[in-house]
Protein backbone atom coordinates (compact mmCIF):
# COMPACT_ATOMS: atom_id res chain seq x y z
CA UNK A 1 0.00 0.00 0.00
CA UNK A 2 3.52 2.13 0.78
CA UNK A 3 3.95 1.90 -2.90
CA UNK A 4 1.03 2.29 -4.43
CA UNK A 5 0.68 5.61 -2.08
CA UNK A 6 4.48 6.79 -3.35
CA UNK A 7 3.63 5.96 -6.88
CA UNK A 8 0.66 8.50 -6.69
CA UNK A 9 2.72 11.27 -4.75
CA UNK A 10 5.29 10.56 -7.99
CA UNK A 11 2.93 11.37 -10.57
CA UNK A 12 1.34 14.45 -8.44
CA UNK A 13 4.93 15.99 -7.69
CA UNK A 14 5.78 15.42 -11.22
CA UNK A 15 3.21 18.01 -12.55
CA UNK A 16 0.57 15.75 -13.14
CA UNK A 17 -2.97 16.69 -11.35
CA UNK A 18 -4.08 12.53 -10.54
CA UNK A 19 -3.01 9.68 -11.79
CA UNK A 20 -6.85 8.61 -13.65
CA UNK A 21 -8.65 6.42 -11.33
CA UNK A 22 -8.44 3.30 -14.21
CA UNK A 23 -4.93 3.09 -13.86
CA UNK A 24 -4.48 3.54 -10.19
CA UNK A 25 -6.97 0.85 -9.97
CA UNK A 26 -4.91 -1.57 -12.77
CA UNK A 27 -1.33 -0.47 -10.97
CA UNK A 28 -2.97 -1.57 -8.04
CA UNK A 29 -4.41 -4.84 -9.21
CA UNK A 30 -0.97 -5.57 -10.90
CA UNK A 31 1.10 -5.02 -7.73
CA UNK A 32 -1.25 -7.62 -5.94
CA UNK A 33 -1.11 -10.17 -8.27
CA UNK A 34 2.92 -10.23 -8.16
CA UNK A 35 3.08 -10.10 -4.65
CA UNK A 36 0.85 -13.06 -4.38
CA UNK A 37 2.59 -14.57 -7.63
CA UNK A 38 6.12 -14.37 -5.47
CA UNK A 39 4.62 -15.65 -2.26
CA UNK A 40 3.76 -19.18 -3.59
CA UNK A 41 7.11 -19.35 -4.68
CA UNK A 42 8.75 -18.26 -1.17
CA UNK A 43 6.41 -20.76 1.05
CA UNK A 44 7.82 -23.77 -0.90
CA UNK A 45 11.05 -22.27 -0.56
CA UNK A 46 11.15 -22.20 2.82
CA UNK A 47 8.78 -25.53 3.14
CA UNK A 48 9.66 -28.19 0.17
CA UNK A 49 6.93 -30.35 1.34
CA UNK A 50 4.38 -27.58 0.84
CA UNK A 51 3.34 -28.42 -2.66
CA UNK A 52 0.75 -26.69 -2.34
CA UNK A 53 2.61 -23.47 -2.42
CA UNK A 54 3.72 -24.50 -5.78
CA UNK A 55 -0.56 -25.13 -6.95
CA UNK A 56 -0.86 -21.19 -6.03
CA UNK A 57 2.16 -19.94 -8.01
CA UNK A 58 0.47 -22.33 -10.64
CA UNK A 59 -3.30 -20.51 -10.29
CA UNK A 60 -1.65 -17.29 -11.65
CA UNK A 61 -1.17 -18.94 -15.13
CA UNK A 62 -3.37 -19.01 -17.93
CA UNK A 63 -3.67 -22.56 -20.09
CA UNK A 64 -2.09 -23.38 -22.37
CA UNK A 65 0.71 -21.73 -21.09
CA UNK A 66 4.06 -21.02 -22.85
CA UNK A 67 7.72 -20.04 -21.60
CA UNK A 68 10.52 -18.90 -23.66
CA UNK A 69 13.50 -19.98 -21.36
CA UNK A 70 16.46 -17.79 -21.63
CA UNK A 71 18.59 -20.95 -22.89
CA UNK A 72 16.31 -23.29 -24.32
CA UNK A 73 13.46 -23.72 -26.68
CA UNK A 74 9.91 -21.89 -25.97
CA UNK A 75 7.91 -24.64 -24.64
CA UNK A 76 4.13 -24.65 -23.85
CA UNK A 77 2.61 -26.44 -20.23
CA UNK A 78 -0.64 -27.73 -20.89
CA UNK A 79 -1.96 -27.92 -17.53
CA UNK A 80 -1.32 -27.03 -14.44
CA UNK A 81 -0.15 -30.28 -12.96
CA UNK A 82 2.53 -30.09 -15.55
CA UNK A 83 3.83 -26.19 -14.68
CA UNK A 84 3.45 -27.06 -11.19
CA UNK A 85 5.93 -30.17 -11.36
CA UNK A 86 8.18 -27.99 -13.88
CA UNK A 87 8.53 -25.23 -11.70
CA UNK A 88 9.05 -27.03 -8.67
CA UNK A 89 12.18 -28.73 -10.52
CA UNK A 90 13.38 -25.32 -11.09
CA UNK A 91 12.86 -24.09 -7.41
CA UNK A 92 14.44 -27.29 -5.79
CA UNK A 93 17.11 -26.11 -8.37
CA UNK A 94 17.13 -23.03 -7.10
CA UNK A 95 17.27 -24.47 -3.47
CA UNK A 96 20.16 -26.32 -3.74
CA UNK A 97 22.18 -23.16 -5.12
CA UNK A 98 21.75 -21.47 -1.86
CA UNK A 99 18.64 -19.07 -2.64
CA UNK A 100 16.12 -19.08 -0.19
CA UNK A 101 13.78 -16.14 -0.87
CA UNK A 102 12.74 -14.48 -3.97
CA UNK A 103 12.12 -10.56 -3.43
CA UNK A 104 11.06 -8.30 -6.09
CA UNK A 105 13.91 -5.93 -7.11
CA UNK A 106 11.32 -4.20 -9.80
CA UNK A 107 8.27 -4.52 -10.99
CA UNK A 108 6.92 -2.50 -14.33
CA UNK A 109 3.18 -3.30 -15.95
CA UNK A 110 2.08 -1.81 -18.87
CA UNK A 111 -1.51 -2.07 -19.66
CA UNK A 112 -2.14 -2.80 -23.37
CA UNK A 113 -6.02 -3.45 -23.29
CA UNK A 114 -8.29 -3.61 -21.18
CA UNK A 115 -7.86 -7.39 -20.85
CA UNK A 116 -3.94 -7.44 -21.59
CA UNK A 117 -0.73 -6.35 -20.32
CA UNK A 118 3.28 -6.09 -20.27
CA UNK A 119 5.14 -7.26 -17.17
CA UNK A 120 8.81 -6.54 -16.70
CA UNK A 121 10.84 -7.56 -13.90
CA UNK A 122 14.04 -8.14 -11.99
CA UNK A 123 13.79 -10.86 -9.28
CA UNK A 124 16.58 -11.04 -6.53
CA UNK A 125 17.60 -14.24 -5.03
CA UNK A 126 18.80 -13.84 -1.50
CA UNK A 127 20.44 -16.70 0.65
CA UNK A 128 20.02 -17.33 3.75
CA UNK A 129 21.74 -14.32 5.15
CA UNK A 130 19.58 -12.77 2.66
CA UNK A 131 22.64 -11.97 0.43
CA UNK A 132 21.46 -11.52 -2.75
CA UNK A 133 23.08 -14.13 -4.74
CA UNK A 134 21.62 -14.12 -8.09
CA UNK A 135 19.60 -11.79 -10.13
CA UNK A 136 17.34 -12.06 -12.99
CA UNK A 137 14.70 -10.87 -15.17
CA UNK A 138 11.86 -11.76 -17.06
CA UNK A 139 8.87 -10.57 -19.33
CA UNK A 140 5.13 -11.85 -19.03
CA UNK A 141 2.31 -11.41 -20.89
CA UNK A 142 -0.58 -11.08 -19.30
CA UNK A 143 -4.07 -11.95 -19.85
CA UNK A 144 -7.41 -11.09 -18.11
CA UNK A 145 -10.49 -13.20 -18.18
CA UNK A 146 -14.05 -12.64 -16.57
CA UNK A 147 -13.91 -15.02 -14.56
CA UNK A 148 -10.24 -16.14 -13.19
CA UNK A 149 -9.10 -12.41 -13.34
CA UNK A 150 -5.05 -11.87 -14.42
CA UNK A 151 -3.45 -14.66 -15.53
CA UNK A 152 0.15 -15.11 -17.28
CA UNK A 153 -0.28 -16.52 -20.42
CA UNK A 154 3.62 -16.45 -21.42
CA UNK A 155 6.48 -15.82 -19.87
CA UNK A 156 10.03 -15.32 -21.15
CA UNK A 157 13.21 -15.24 -19.03
CA UNK A 158 16.17 -13.36 -20.27
CA UNK A 159 19.61 -11.91 -18.88
CA UNK A 160 19.33 -9.53 -16.15
CA UNK A 161 21.69 -7.16 -18.57
CA UNK A 162 19.11 -6.73 -21.05
CA UNK A 163 16.25 -5.72 -18.74
CA UNK A 164 14.17 -3.23 -20.44
CA UNK A 165 11.90 -0.62 -18.84
CA UNK A 166 8.31 0.21 -19.77
CA UNK A 167 6.86 3.64 -20.20
Do not use: C
Request: hydrophobic share 45%; proline share 3%; aromatic share 10%.
Amino acid sequence: MKLITGILLMFSLAGQATVPLEQANFNKEALEFFRDYIIGYNEYLQNKDDKEAMNKVASHFYMPFMIVPQKNKPTILASRVELSNSFTQFIDGQRSQGVRKLVWEKINVKPLTRNKALAINIVNALNAEGKVIARRSAMYVLYKSADQGWEIALLNTHDVNNHINLQ
